[in-house]
């Protein structure tokens, strides 16, 4: 990755989809790089307030073994609610994290993750770690948002853990509209736009409607995961760059492949352009 992006992004607009609150320092990079950003936020996080079944979680705290959290939103919000609570955390708990944005989270929270994998952050990539494996008979609370995806607490009961989620927040798609941007004459200087999820990009997909479908799926997307990757392709995308690490920088990186101003060496996977 390169060390000096300064300027390699001249002349380019970037549509970036993350909820708004966290775009700082991703905007922030990409314009170092002379890249034009655009927020365009196509999820929004929604922070509970707590229920009788989530306030009797966090009150068993003490006898559980493990917490693990699926992102940076659910240690934010899970560390509001349990300081709210309880002023604090278990001393002897252990914590997990998916990726590195959420062991930075828990550093911010005066926190650290014992367990995070290396590369490929994602839930199959935790489970492979062998603190997983040996979990028979502990208690494990998985801190997210509601619904979501059930292979890590699938798993961990079939290896025995007593798995409990503890859902913090909400998602839900907001009312954007790509019709301002038209009229404006944005749409037609984006060089790339930037997905962080799935649920993103369907609702970017969905926002899209008929009447911008065409330009949408024609726009190179840098994405976060092979997950995300693989929707692209079921959705009829013709371009998509996949970051080589869950970080900012990578995404930016990724940005670069989009707008084919990356060294060769430099480059990460994409799709439909090989």
Same mark, same amino acid.
């Given at each position: 990755?390169?060390?000096?992006? +300064?300027?390699?992004?001249?002349?380019?607009? !970037?549509?970036?989809?993350?909820? *708004?609150? *966290?775009? #700082?320092?991703?905007?922030?990079?990409?314009?170092?790089?002379? @890249?034009?950003?655009?927020?365009?936020?196509?999820?929004?996080?929604?922070?509970?307030?707590?229920?009788? +079944? /989530?306030?009797?979680?966090?009150? $068993?705290?003490?006898?559980?073994?493990?917490?693990?959290?699926?992102?940076?939103?659910?240690?934010?919000?899970?560390?509001?609610?349990?300081?709210? =609570?309880?002023?604090?955390?278990?001393?002897?708990?252990?914590?997990?994290? !998916?990726?590195?944005?959420?062991?930075?989270? /828990?550093?911010?929270?005066?926190?650290?993750?014992?367990?995070?994998?290396?590369?490929?952050?994602?839930? #199959?990539?935790? /489970?492979?770690?062998?603190?997983?494996?040996?979990?028979?008979?502990?208690?494990?609370?998985?801190?997210?948002? *509601?619904?979501?995806? #059930?292979? /890590?607490?699938?798993?961990?009961?079939? =290896?025995?853990?007593?798995?409990?989620?503890?859902?913090?927040?909400?998602? $839900?798609?907001?009312?954007?509209?790509?019709?301002?941007?038209?009229?404006?004459? !944005?749409?037609?200087?984006?060089?790339?736009?930037?997905?962080?999820?799935?649920?993103?990009?369907?609702?970017?997909?969905?926002?899209?409607?008929?009447?911008?479908?065409?330009?949408?799926? =024609? +726009?190179?997307?840098? !994405?976060?995961?092979?997950?995300?990757?693989?929707?692209?392709?079921?959705?009829?995308? *013709?371009?998509?760059?996949?970051?080589?690490?869950?970080?900012?920088?990578?995404?930016? +990186? @990724?940005?670069?492949?989009?707008?084919?101003?990356?060294?060769?060496?430099?480059?990460?996977?994409?799709?439909?352009?090989?």
């Amino acid at each position: 990755m390169p060390t000096d992006t +300064t300027g390699v992004l001249n002349n380019h607009t !970037v549509l970036v989809t993350r909820p *708004q609150h *966290q775009t #700082e320092e991703l905007c922030a990079l990409l314009n170092a790089a002379g @890249a034009e950003t655009i927020n365009f936020p196509v999820l929004e996080i929604v922070p509970l307030q707590g229920s009788g +079944t /989530l306030f009797g979680i966090i009150d $068993r705290l003490d006898s559980v073994d493990m917490a693990i959290f699926v992102s940076s939103n659910a240690v934010e919000q899970g560390d509001r609610l349990v300081r709210q =609570r309880r002023g604090g955390w278990p001393p002897e708990m252990q914590l997990a994290v !998916v990726g590195q944005s959420s062991a930075r989270a /828990l550093k911010r929270a005066g926190l650290n993750a014992s367990i995070c994998p290396e590369h490929d952050f994602n839930s #199959e990539a935790l /489970l492979a770690l062998p603190a997983l494996h040996q979990v028979t008979g502990k208690h494990i609370v998985i801190f997210r948002g *509601q619904g979501g995806r #059930e292979i /890590l607490a699938t798993e961990l009961r079939r =290896r025995g853990a007593r798995v409990e989620y503890a859902e913090v927040y909400m998602r $839900r798609c907001p009312q954007m509209d790509l019709a301002p941007l038209q009229r404006e004459g !944005v749409l037609k200087r984006i060089s790339a736009i930037i997905v962080a999820s799935n649920e993103s990009l369907q609702n970017l997909y969905d926002l899209a409607g008929e009447n911008y479908r065409d330009w949408l799926v =024609r +726009t190179p997307l840098a !994405v976060i995961s092979q997950r995300t990757a693989g929707l692209a392709g079921q959705l009829g995308f *013709q371009r998509y760059c996949v970051a080589s690490e869950a970080s900012n920088r990578a995404l930016v +990186t @990724a940005v670069q492949q989009c707008c084919a101003v990356v060294p060769s060496e430099n480059r990460v996977e994409s799709g439909h352009d090989k």
